[in-house]
């Protein structure tokens, strides 16, 4: 199975914490699970706007990486984080904010994802970069394992709907369960989308409960 793709977004003025977080995710590459890309990549010659909206289509995961230049830049937030968000929420991809430097993210649409490091405290507050940036590296490792394990491991209800309502109820059509609890921003079945033993994973990306699916907080259901 070939590996994952992870966009990049970021502001060039947080362009060295971004190099820093690159040599921590090498591992992913070097174990064949996951390659970064990031507009610093486009070949010379090449137009960069239709590059960068290629890539961030085709990507499996998007990073993220959150500061006051980010959130000031309007490219990084009228493009890159509006289109991150869209296939986010149509269940296309993962996105993952990463806090790199103070600032007000949780007033940004994105404030209802979890994000890294661990409580959402900002790279540059952590007496030790490196030891932020591996928790960055650990959280982003531990969700690209979830993926390709259900991808490893497809169900039949992949390919019908989530639920369908019968006589007695909401039943799964995949699982067989009565009133499946569901995620309440993807509405997906938590048992069809590999979440055992329970319907929930507790990930370490910080306090709470996420869905495996889209990965959103589900400390509250939908039945």
Not at 47 to 65: A, K, N, T, V
Request: with cysteine; glycine share 6%; hydrophobic share 35%.
């Amino acid at each position: 199975m070939s590996g994952l793709n992870i966009f990049i977004a970021y502001s060039h003025k947080d362009n060295a914490l971004k190099d820093a977080l690159l040599e921590h995710l090498v591992v992913l590459r070097r174990a064949g699970k996951a390659s970064a890309w990031h507009d610093q990549n486009i070949d010379p010659g090449s137009e960069w706007e239709p590059e960068i909206s290629r890539r961030l289509e085709g990507s499996d995961i998007i990073l993220l990486l959150i500061s006051a230049s980010f959130m000031s830049s309007e490219y990084c937030y009228n493009k890159e984080l509006k289109a991150a968000l869209e296939r986010h929420e149509r269940g296309q991809c993962c996105v993952i904010p990463v806090i790199l430097r103070p600032c007000d993210w949780l007033a940004l649409p994105l404030s209802k994802l979890q994000a890294l490091p661990k409580c959402g405290k900002a790279v540059t507050l952590w007496p030790n970069q490196d030891e932020a940036l591996t928790d960055v590296a650990k959280g982003i490792h531990s969700k690209i394992d979830q993926i390709l394990a259900r991808r490893s491991h497809p169900t039949e209800s992949n390919s019908q709907p989530a639920v369908v309502r019968t006589a007695a109820g909401d039943v799964c059509p995949g699982c067989g369960t009565v009133n499946p609890q569901r995620c309440a921003s993807c509405k997906r079945c938590f048992v069809c989308n590999g979440d055992s033993p329970s319907w929930f994973s507790k990930v370490i990306f910080g306090e709470g409960y996420n869905c495996g699916a889209c990965t959103s907080d589900v400390s509250g259901f939908v039945s």
